[in-house]
Protein backbone atom coordinates (compact mmCIF):
# COMPACT_ATOMS: atom_id res chain seq x y z
CA UNK A 1 0.00 0.00 0.00
CA UNK A 2 1.42 3.17 -0.87
CA UNK A 3 1.55 6.34 1.71
CA UNK A 4 -1.20 8.26 0.40
CA UNK A 5 -3.40 5.05 0.51
CA UNK A 6 -2.44 4.74 3.88
CA UNK A 7 -3.44 8.43 5.35
CA UNK A 8 -6.62 7.83 3.61
CA UNK A 9 -7.13 4.42 5.38
CA UNK A 10 -6.55 5.66 8.79
CA UNK A 11 -9.46 6.53 11.23
CA UNK A 12 -10.00 6.66 14.70
CA UNK A 13 -10.95 3.30 15.91
CA UNK A 14 -12.59 3.65 19.07
CA UNK A 15 -13.33 -0.19 19.70
CA UNK A 16 -10.56 -2.89 19.75
CA UNK A 17 -10.69 -6.70 19.66
CA UNK A 18 -9.37 -8.83 22.63
CA UNK A 19 -6.94 -10.20 20.11
CA UNK A 20 -3.02 -9.42 21.52
CA UNK A 21 -0.79 -6.95 19.50
CA UNK A 22 2.32 -9.18 18.64
CA UNK A 23 5.69 -7.76 20.03
CA UNK A 24 7.18 -7.81 16.25
CA UNK A 25 4.09 -5.40 15.26
CA UNK A 26 4.41 -3.51 18.56
CA UNK A 27 8.60 -3.39 17.36
CA UNK A 28 7.45 -1.90 13.93
CA UNK A 29 5.51 0.46 14.72
CA UNK A 30 7.58 2.13 17.56
CA UNK A 31 10.49 2.16 14.89
CA UNK A 32 8.77 4.39 12.68
CA UNK A 33 8.30 7.16 16.34
CA UNK A 34 12.08 6.55 16.67
CA UNK A 35 12.55 7.63 12.84
CA UNK A 36 10.59 10.21 13.20
CA UNK A 37 12.25 13.66 12.32
CA UNK A 38 12.78 16.71 14.88
CA UNK A 39 13.77 20.09 15.33
CA UNK A 40 17.68 20.09 14.87
CA UNK A 41 17.19 16.03 15.72
CA UNK A 42 17.22 16.51 18.99
CA UNK A 43 14.31 14.17 19.60
CA UNK A 44 12.87 15.07 22.46
CA UNK A 45 10.01 12.47 22.66
CA UNK A 46 9.67 10.20 25.29
CA UNK A 47 6.84 7.60 24.56
CA UNK A 48 5.60 4.66 27.29
CA UNK A 49 4.06 1.51 26.19
CA UNK A 50 1.52 0.63 29.04
CA UNK A 51 0.13 -2.65 28.58
CA UNK A 52 0.20 -4.66 31.75
CA UNK A 53 -2.09 -4.20 34.72
CA UNK A 54 -2.29 -2.17 37.20
CA UNK A 55 -0.69 0.69 35.03
CA UNK A 56 -2.93 0.31 32.00
CA UNK A 57 -6.25 0.90 34.86
CA UNK A 58 -4.34 3.77 36.09
CA UNK A 59 -3.61 5.47 32.18
CA UNK A 60 -6.97 4.43 30.72
CA UNK A 61 -8.40 5.82 33.80
CA UNK A 62 -6.81 9.37 33.03
CA UNK A 63 -9.36 9.53 30.00
CA UNK A 64 -13.31 9.57 31.10
CA UNK A 65 -14.68 7.38 28.35
CA UNK A 66 -15.37 3.94 28.56
CA UNK A 67 -14.46 2.85 25.00
CA UNK A 68 -10.72 2.94 26.13
CA UNK A 69 -11.62 0.23 28.12
CA UNK A 70 -11.59 -2.26 25.15
CA UNK A 71 -7.82 -1.35 24.36
CA UNK A 72 -5.08 -4.00 24.86
CA UNK A 73 -2.18 -0.85 24.91
CA UNK A 74 -2.12 2.51 25.52
CA UNK A 75 1.08 4.49 24.22
CA UNK A 76 1.62 7.66 26.15
CA UNK A 77 2.92 9.99 23.87
CA UNK A 78 4.90 12.90 25.98
CA UNK A 79 7.71 15.90 25.07
CA UNK A 80 10.50 16.43 26.84
CA UNK A 81 10.29 20.40 27.37
CA UNK A 82 13.99 20.62 29.05
CA UNK A 83 15.53 18.87 26.03
CA UNK A 84 13.50 19.53 22.61
CA UNK A 85 14.54 22.91 20.76
CA UNK A 86 13.52 26.42 20.65
CA UNK A 87 13.26 29.15 18.18
CA UNK A 88 15.19 32.38 18.82
CA UNK A 89 11.96 33.83 19.34
CA UNK A 90 11.33 31.32 21.78
CA UNK A 91 8.64 28.80 20.13
CA UNK A 92 9.02 25.63 21.96
CA UNK A 93 8.90 22.92 19.31
CA UNK A 94 8.29 20.09 21.37
CA UNK A 95 5.05 19.18 20.75
CA UNK A 96 5.12 19.58 17.18
CA UNK A 97 8.10 17.17 17.76
CA UNK A 98 5.91 14.86 19.47
CA UNK A 99 2.84 15.30 16.80
CA UNK A 100 4.93 14.22 14.16
CA UNK A 101 6.38 10.95 16.01
CA UNK A 102 2.33 10.61 17.21
CA UNK A 103 1.65 10.41 13.50
CA UNK A 104 4.19 8.38 11.76
CA UNK A 105 2.63 5.79 14.68
CA UNK A 106 -1.06 5.78 13.75
CA UNK A 107 0.33 5.70 9.92
CA UNK A 108 2.45 2.78 10.45
CA UNK A 109 0.02 1.07 12.84
CA UNK A 110 -2.56 1.10 10.22
CA UNK A 111 -0.11 -0.09 7.21
CA UNK A 112 0.43 -2.92 10.17
CA UNK A 113 -3.38 -3.55 10.51
CA UNK A 114 -3.76 -2.10 13.99
CA UNK A 115 -5.92 0.54 14.85
CA UNK A 116 -5.16 3.75 16.66
CA UNK A 117 -6.99 6.80 18.35
CA UNK A 118 -5.17 10.36 18.85
CA UNK A 119 -6.59 11.48 22.69
CA UNK A 120 -5.91 14.26 23.58
CA UNK A 121 -8.50 15.51 26.04
CA UNK A 122 -7.63 13.61 28.71
CA UNK A 123 -6.38 14.54 32.71
CA UNK A 124 -2.63 14.99 31.86
CA UNK A 125 -2.11 16.41 35.15
CA UNK A 126 -3.03 12.90 36.95
CA UNK A 127 -1.11 10.86 34.00
CA UNK A 128 2.11 12.66 34.52
CA UNK A 129 1.94 11.66 38.31
CA UNK A 130 0.56 8.22 37.42
CA UNK A 131 3.63 7.93 35.22
CA UNK A 132 5.96 9.63 37.76
CA UNK A 133 7.48 11.58 34.87
CA UNK A 134 10.06 14.26 35.56
CA UNK A 135 9.66 18.13 35.37
CA UNK A 136 9.39 19.34 31.68
CA UNK A 137 8.23 15.81 30.53
CA UNK A 138 4.50 16.47 29.75
CA UNK A 139 2.12 13.78 28.05
CA UNK A 140 0.70 15.34 25.24
CA UNK A 141 -1.42 12.56 23.78
CA UNK A 142 -2.73 9.06 24.51
CA UNK A 143 -2.88 6.14 21.76
CA UNK A 144 -4.95 3.30 22.28
CA UNK A 145 -3.45 0.64 19.77
CA UNK A 146 -4.88 -2.76 18.98
CA UNK A 147 -6.52 -4.77 16.60
CA UNK A 148 -9.88 -2.67 15.60
CA UNK A 149 -12.99 -4.76 16.49
CA UNK A 150 -14.69 -3.66 13.36
CA UNK A 151 -14.11 -2.20 10.09
CA UNK A 152 -13.69 1.55 10.43
CA UNK A 153 -16.40 3.39 8.32
CA UNK A 154 -15.55 6.74 9.05
CA UNK A 155 -16.42 9.49 6.33
CA UNK A 156 -13.11 11.88 5.91
CA UNK A 157 -14.53 15.31 4.85
CA UNK A 158 -11.93 17.48 4.01
CA UNK A 159 -11.50 20.93 2.67
CA UNK A 160 -10.72 21.23 -0.89
CA UNK A 161 -7.09 21.95 -2.02
CA UNK A 162 -7.96 25.98 -3.00
CA UNK A 163 -9.49 26.38 0.68
CA UNK A 164 -6.15 25.33 2.60
CA UNK A 165 -3.38 26.04 0.09
CA UNK A 166 -1.95 29.28 -1.57
CA UNK A 167 0.37 28.88 -4.37
CA UNK A 168 2.50 32.44 -4.24
Given at each position: ?????????????????????E?????Y???????????????????????????????K?????E??????????????H??G???A?????????T???????????????????????????????V???????????L??????S??????????E????????
Amino acid sequence: MNILDVIKERCSVRSFSAKAVEKDKLDYVLEAVRMAPSAVNYQPIRFYVVQSEPMLGEIKSCYGREWINSTPIVIVACGDHNTGWHRADGKDHTDIDTAIAVDHLTLVATEAGLGTCWVCNFDAVRCASVLNLPEGVEPVALVPLGYPSSVCRTVKKRKEMGEIITYL
